[in-house]
């Protein structure tokens, strides 16, 4: 089937700046994208990877592509591409192939039950206090997600950690992420903190993507979710059988996603890399079964971090407007 590729770059700022052991996001830039079959029907993708560089490959690769082109052609590169460009244009195919089959039945996911990422530069204790009784009242979330080995502010983050545990609800989680910013060390000093914790849910990344060997040595001690690790080496898919946190985002292939999913097997969190509303619906569709699946947990949807407006919306249309 004969195809053309139509692309549209969009930015945006994020509600709040982003400031993690890796580095800041305050906006994100990429690409939409709208796949027309020769009946003139569209199929909706975006292009969302959280680093520039990513987004170069990607243009380079469209370009390689072709702006013409066939499902085929598509099918056969979906693998050899960047996470997010495979993301953008798997999802474009999926929904050229709904037309016919109408395999996928988008579900919405209510982001109230997702994990409540903490903003990152102020003193994550005052807004642990603030959610707390928002949550009591909105009966949001009880989880909570809390980014450390912050380079930009000079918290001492062990004494936060002490007056966290001792406000923390018995019923609320706590998701310690530090993006890989640990020494082996440090990871073994929170880790015998916290090894007898219940209400921590896991530390997420403690140690560089690369350093497989510690990060298994880890998780015989204490609950770990990988999450760069999983990019870097998407063979860890199948080998890790701790948490795994997956952006279908930088993924790759949504489809091949879903179908891991519905079969049950991992311990599967679904996260955002913020998107826009084309993106989402796919975001939200994994969270979804995620939530209903055997090992259901909340998804890291981070609310209120991504602006309002019509960039936003369920409709693909409206999105691919908007810009
Ligand atoms: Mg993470």
Redesign the pocket.
Known sequence: MKLIINTKPYSFQLTKKLT?SQGVISKKIGLLLQVIDSDGNSGWGEVSPVNGSELTKCIESLDLIGRTTTKDAIENYLFDLPGSLAFGLGSSLADLDNLYENKINFERFDILNSSYLLPTDIDPLESIIKYINISNKEKSSCTI?W?VSNQENNFNEEKILQKILNILPVNFKLRI?P?GGWSRQKAEEWSNELKNEPRLEWI??PLESKDIEGLFSLATQIPI?L??SLVTFPYLRKAWKGWQ?R?PALDGDPRLLLKEIDKGCNKTII?TAFETGIGSRWINHLAAKQVKGKYSCAP?LAPGWCPKGSLFSNDPKSVWEAV
């Open positions: 993690t997600k980014k992420d993006n997420e990344q979710a999450d760069e946190i952006r996260s890291g």
